[in-house]
């Protein structure tokens, strides 16, 4: 199973940016998606946003309004595209999946797989 991300960099605050993650070896469309983010290198990932496979999405609040979630299951895809960007979004963001379900109120151990990471830079 791989998951990889792309996307992210170095962006002004109020700016915006996309990120993509391409999912491979499991069945996409089964699959609940997710973005979570790791703020500090001591910090445990926080939930961003998640999107079940009928399409219901969940937001953390900070970026409720903001980020908006997607999927393109055809290309296997997961997107998050984020405006308004603010300082404090500065962080690692990953990719992660879980079969079937997946909540932003269950912790970061609950997915199963995990991308290596994409790294947005707010500068102000």
């Known amino acids: 199973v791989k998951l990889v991300e792309s996307g992210g960099g170095s962006v002004q605050s109020g700016g915006s940016t996309t990120l993509s993650c391409v999912v491979s070896?499991?069945?996409?469309?089964?699959?609940?998606m997710a973005w979570w983010r790791r703020q500090r290198p001591d910090a445990e990932p926080e939930a961003v946003a998640?999107?079940?496979?009928?399409?219901?999405?969940q937001y953390e609040d900070s970026v409720q309004g903001r980020f908006t979630i997607s999927r393109d299951n055809d290309r296997n895809t997961l997107y998050l595209h984020m405006r308004n960007l603010k300082p404090e979004d500065s962080a690692i963001y990953y990719c992660?999946?879980?079969?079937?379900?997946?909540?932003?109120?269950?912790?970061?151990?609950?997915?199963?797989?995990w991308g290596k990471g994409a790294t947005v830079t707010i500068s102000s």
């Open positions: 998640h999107i079940v496979p009928d399409g219901r999405v």
């Open positions: 992660a999946a879980r079969e079937d379900y997946c909540s932003g109120r269950w912790g970061y151990y609950a997915m199963q797989y």
């Open positions: 070896g499991v069945s996409f469309r089964r699959y609940c």
